[in-house]
Nanobody, 119 residues
């Protein structure tokens, strides 16, 4: 019943900014982590940024200082502010949510949103 929906992707010129949002709905009581991944054509899906239950964050080296992940716990929403975008940031961006279960964690993925950065 958990649903993960991304939005905010689009086409932007190099040096510009975009803000991605991920809204999580469904039956759950807590979230261990919310994160953003991206996948370019022919490439592996890689972590971009994550925010954990305690509020800590993690970023890929390639986006440190340019991207900021944040969350609104009351709205079960995670955002990714992307500044100073580069053509190499072009990819499909996916939101991932991990929640605890009785004996294991459960992971959920959104459908992805396309980000294209032109030269």
């Amino acid at each position: 019943q958990v649903q993960v929906v991304e939005s905010g992707g689009g086409l932007v010129q190099a040096g510009g900014s975009l803000r991605l949002s991920c809204v999580v709905t469904g039956s759950f009581f807590s979230i261990n982590a919310m994160s953003w991944y991206r996948q370019a054509p022919g490439k592996q899906r890689k972590l971009v940024a994550a925010i954990f239950g305690g509020g800590g964050t993690d970023y890929a080296d390639s986006v440190k200082g340019r991207f900021t992940i944040s969350r609104d716990n009351a709205k079960n929403t995670v955002n990714l502010q992307m500044n100073r975008l580069r053509p190499e940031d072009t990819a499909v961006y996916y939101c991932n949510v991990v929640r605890p279960g009785a004996i294991q964690e459960y992971s959920y993925w959104g459908q992805g949103t396309q980000v294209t950065v032109s030269s």
